[in-house]
Nanobody
Framework: QVHLVESGGGLVQAGGSLRLSCVAS??????MGWYRQAPGKQRDLVAAITNNGITNYADSVEGRFTISRDNAKNTLYLQMNNLKPEDTAVYYC?????????WGPGTQVTVSS
């Protein structure tokens, strides 16, 4: 069982920055990532990272967002710069361990124009 807790969401103006954090209850989880879901839309991948640091980004955030992890702290991060109103969504942390998917409860990010 893996428990995930996100933090760092909030309200920010367009062009601003936020850093999301996700603390996991276990260490050295192989694959972790950030997803987001806007009202009325499906949950989509934002960025993902493997245990050895290989990253993958959605085209819409490439160059603006950076995913990273601190395995010693069991923590996943998402640095979000140059935020746009279309980035408004609930952001979820996801972990995959032994083929089982785990999700955090989510954190709201709202970007005003």
């Amino acid at each position: 069982q893996v428990h995930l807790v996100e933090s760092g969401g909030g309200l920010v103006q367009a062009g601003g920055s936020l850093r999301l954090s996700c603390v996991a209850s276990r260490r050295s989880i192989n694959a972790m990532g950030w997803y987001r879901q806007a009202p009325g839309k499906q949950r989509d991948l934002v960025a993902a990272i493997t245990n050895n640091g290989i990253t993958n980004y959605a085209d819409s955030v490439e160059g603006r967002f950076t995913i990273s992890r601190d395995n010693a702290k069991n923590t996943l991060y998402l640095q979000m710069n140059n935020l746009k109103p279309e980035d408004t969504a609930v952001y979820y942390c996801k972990a995959v361990e032994f083929g089982i998917l785990y999700w955090g409860p989510g954190t709201q990010v709202t970007v005003s124009s």
